[in-house]
């Protein structure tokens, strides 16, 4: 899916909610996890359950590289039943030299069919070079993230007066455009977000941290939107963790409509 089918969908459907299928086997509800490949149909539940809601799925890899090569295939069969008008994301966070780095982008953008992956820039341009190639893609650079570990390296200063994020945002948004370059800029940092725009006013952000972590959809609108919404605001365990009951998918379903129903409500006013 290209960027503009992903501002289409988000203007038609008043929606910039992904939903983050960050799942993990020992946090499923029980009763599911006595079936082979609970994963899977918990997966396929809350899929089904949210779809009306959002407009993007973001499966971070490394709740499916744990379990070894079924993680891998169940990966794959969640991919499979995400229909096309959603943009699902990879998140991989990946970053090598060059030759290692084509072969994750391969990975990612051939193998499976993401449309979208993150990927970390501390190893420079070379490292994040090969996934921009894919200019039918998107590749998604940590900018700032929401963790409290930000305050290590992002959040430090330069001899120049700027953080670290900001020398990343400035450098890395000059080797692509806002058709194929995201940035993750969390929640947690909302009032940031204004900073952030004014060094990158027409990329997308990806924005997790709403939610579980604690940060506010009203201020992440409020400061981080541009004149096409610009966002993809992430929730993973409010939304899939909503419940641990049997009713776990309905409870997924009405988790993603709040959402849904305050993003409206905020695109309108």
Do not use: M, W
């Given at each position: 899916m290209s960027i503009k089918s992903l501002i289409d969908h988000i203007k038609q459907k008043q929606s910039y909610?992904?939903?983050?299928?960050?799942?993990?086997d020992q946090k499923i509800p029980l009763h599911l996890r006595s079936q082979k490949d609970a994963v899977l149909a918990f997966n396929k539940a809350v899929i089904d359950a949210t779809l009306d809601h959002c407009v993007s799925y973001k499966i971070n890899t490394a709740f499916y590289e744990s379990m070894g090569i079924r993680g891998w295939e169940i990966m794959q069969e969640t991919?499979?039943?995400?229909?096309?008008?959603?943009f699902v994301i990879a998140d991989a966070k990946r970053g090598d030299i060059g030759n290692t780095s084509a072969q994750y982008a391969k990975t990612f953008f051939e193998a499976y069919g993401f449309d979208a992956v993150t990927v970390a820039p501390y190893m420079g341009e070379d490292s994040i070079r090969p996934f921009l190639e894919y200019t039918d893609k998107v590749t998604i650079v940590l900018g700032l993230t929401s963790n409290k570990g930000a305050e290590d390296f992002e959040l430090q200063r330069l001899q120049s007066g700027e953080f670290v994020y900001e020398r990343v945002l400035k450098t890395v948004s000059g080797w692509g455009t806002p058709q194929n370059l995201m940035f993750v800029a969390g929640a947690t940092q909302a009032k940031e977000l204004v900073n952030i725009r004014r060094i990158v006013p027409d990329h997308f952000l990806l924005v997790p941290g709403v939610g579980a972590q604690g940060g506010s959809l009203q201020e992440v609108a409020a400061y981080?939107?541009?004149?096409?919404?610009?966002?993809?605001?992430?929730?993973?365990?409010?939304?899939?963790?909503?419940?641990?009951?049997?009713?776990?998918?309905?409870?997924?379903?009405?988790?993603?409509?709040?959402?849904?129903?305050?993003m409206r409500a905020l695109m309108r006013s």
């Open positions: 909610l992904c939903v983050g299928l960050d799942t993990d991919l499979e039943h995400i229909p096309d008008t959603h981080g939107s541009n004149k096409d919404i610009g966002l993809l605001v992430n929730a993973s365990r409010a939304v899939i963790y909503a419940s641990q009951a049997e009713d776990f998918s309905q409870a997924a379903a009405k988790a993603a409509r709040s959402y849904h129903d305050e």
